[in-house]
């Protein structure tokens, strides 16, 4: 079984500019994590979905930061404009449900110059 | 709002000898409980979790954990560690819909 695939694995921009990351869920799974894991802390939670809808995006900087999941399967995170406190690891998740196991992909790696 | 504690980040353990990473949580709910290792470069993976039921919960890799609700805690151990323990650790609270807050992690190495 193909595990949680995302792109691109490294990025390097310079602040002010934007970048956008993709996430393919494992099949199947219904909801979906991004996740924002800052050099020396756990991960935070920004964004989970429910197939194509919202569930909760409370953490989530909305002024700069915004995630959609098209048809209840892929989904991107995009960063605009970029500030440098934006650089981190991002991770996507996804679990059969609210009460499944969540499965991590290897994340996408931010720095912000 | 939920959230848990790991003191120490980095945890230094001979080869063979036990291996211990304290959590103690806060949560309003009954929490769901979890820890997770990652490996360089790599995402992170499920060790084990405890939901409801025994609070003695076993999981991958020989590690196990104890929900103490009286000491709001939910240590890690392993009775020997080897080589290949040497990776990060979080520990993580859930509400039971699968938003979980994460704690700063330990840094686990191992020293031969």
């Known amino acids: 079984e193909a595990g949680v695939a995302q792109s691109p694995r490294y990025k390097i921009i310079e602040k002010r500019q934007s970048v956008a990351f993709w996430c393919n869920p494992i099949s199947g799974h219904a909801t979906l994590y991004w996740y924002q894991q800052i050099l020396g802390q756990g991960p935070k939670l920004l964004i989970q979905?429910?197939?194509?809808?919202?569930?909760?995006d409370s953490q989530l900087p909305k002024d700069r930061f915004s995630a959609e999941r098209l048809k209840g399967v892929d989904s991107t995170l995009k960063i605009q404009p970029a500030k440098l406190e934006d650089s981190a690891v991002y991770l996507c998740?996804?679990?059969?449900?609210?009460?499944?196991?969540?499965?991590f992909g290897e994340g996408s790696r931010l720095t912000v110059l | 709002a939920q959230s848990v504690t790991q003191l120490g980040s980095h945890v230094s353990v001979s080869e063979g000898a036990l291996v211990l990473l304290r959590c103690n949580y806060s949560s309003s709910v009954p929490p769901y409980l979890f820890w997770y290792v990652q490996y360089p470069n790599q995402g992170l993976q499920l060790l084990l979790k405890y939901t409801t039921g025994a609070t003695l919960v076993k999981g991958i890799n020989g590690f196990e954990a104890e929900f103490k609700k009286s000491e709001t805690s939910f240590h890690l151990t392993k009775p020997s560690a080897h080589m290949s323990d040497a990776a990060e650790y979080f520990c993580a609270v859930s509400d039971g819909n699968n938003r979980l807050a994460f704690g700063k992690g330990n840094q686990v190495v191992v020293i031969p």
């Open positions: 979905f429910q197939n194509n809808g919202v569930v909760d």
């Open positions: 998740a996804s679990s059969l449900g609210f009460k499944g196991e969540l499965f």
